[in-house]
């Protein structure tokens, strides 16, 4: 697969990690995807892709792309036989200027990009993208339609610095300590997340926490769960091996068995860092 990615330019650099294209036959036809602090929207220049949003959810097809909110668990992705794709990945607070609705409302619950754009902008936005000659090209006009659409957005600031402080802290910062530190109760802190992010304090600095353990694991090499647990801060390897689960529906031993199977069958590939085979 082709895979292009670049930072976007000041003031979105704020909201978004990178701007990127993808392009190609899949490694597998559906993958499953842990949850993330982190949000993501496509514009589909492809077949229709489908998204399965958790245990229980039914699979729901995506012509003309998505917007997927920070997510509480695991999800999975089914491409078709080539995928060709514009996309974002947001910061978890950073979609938030660009939706008319509360996050909250999209929380595991991804919706089609006419949803939130309408038909007519999304489809001039996908007929300027084909019109495009190379990836670098595309990711500009992406990035303009952006910044046609950038908006003030109430508590975005309050949000973004305590929304850093649980990523500095790696998600082990008191949601308490957060609330005194900004001069806010617990409960304004927890609607103004809800509604620009989709989730508490609490359940972004659990999905950091758990992020940031799993991509610091060396699955090349053996290891130590008891070890990785009390590294990470937390109470014991059973809470962890309880969290690992309601975060990926997997034991952290089945995990990394997958983990490097994906590694093993595909080495070195573009999407490799984050995705699982769920075949």
């Not at 993501?40 to 489908?50: C, Q």
């Not at 304004?188 to 694991?217: E, S």
Request: with cysteine; aromatic share 8%.
């Amino acid at each position: 697969m082709e895979y292009v990615s670049r930072p976007a330019r000041p003031p979105l650099d704020g909201l978004i990690d990178d701007l990127y294209y993808l392009e190609g036959a899949p490694p597998y036809a559906r993958l499953s995807l842990p949850p993330a602090p982190s949000a993501l929207l496509i514009v589909n220049l492809g077949e229709p892709f489908r998204i399965r949003g958790g245990t229980g959810r039914e699979t729901t097809e995506y012509a003309d792309g998505c917007v997927v909110t920070t997510p509480t668990r695991a999800w999975e992705f089914s491409y078709p036989p080539r995928t060709r794709s514009v996309g974002v990945h947001f910061k978890p607070w950073g979609p938030a200027p660009f939706l008319p609705m509360p996050a909250a409302e999209l929380c595991d619950r991804p919706v089609t990009l006419e949803q939130v754009w309408g038909r007519p902008a999304v489809a001039g936005l996908r007929d300027r993208l084909a019109a495009a000659a190379r990836p670098h090209e595309q990711l500009t006009v992406l990035e303009q339609e952006l910044m046609r659409r950038l908006r003030g957005t109430a508590g975005l600031g309050l949000v973004r610095h305590a929304s850093g402080v649980i990523a500095t802290t790696g998600g082990t910062v008191a949601i308490g300590d957060l609330t005194a530190a900004a001069g806010v109760s617990p409960t304004h802190l927890a609607r103004r997340f809800k509604d620009l992010i989709g989730v508490t304090p609490k359940r972004l600095a659990r999905t950091q926490r758990f992020a940031a353990t799993l991509l610091a694991i060396d699955f090349t090499a053996s290891i130590d769960w008891a070890d990785i647990a009390g590294g990470a801060g937390y109470f014991d390897q059973a809470h962890f091996g309880h969290e690992f689960r309601a975060f990926t529906g997997l034991t952290p031993t089945s995990y990394a068995e997958i983990r490097r199977r994906f590694q093993r069958e595909h080495p070195g590939h573009a999407i490799e860092g984050w995705s699982l085979p769920a075949d």
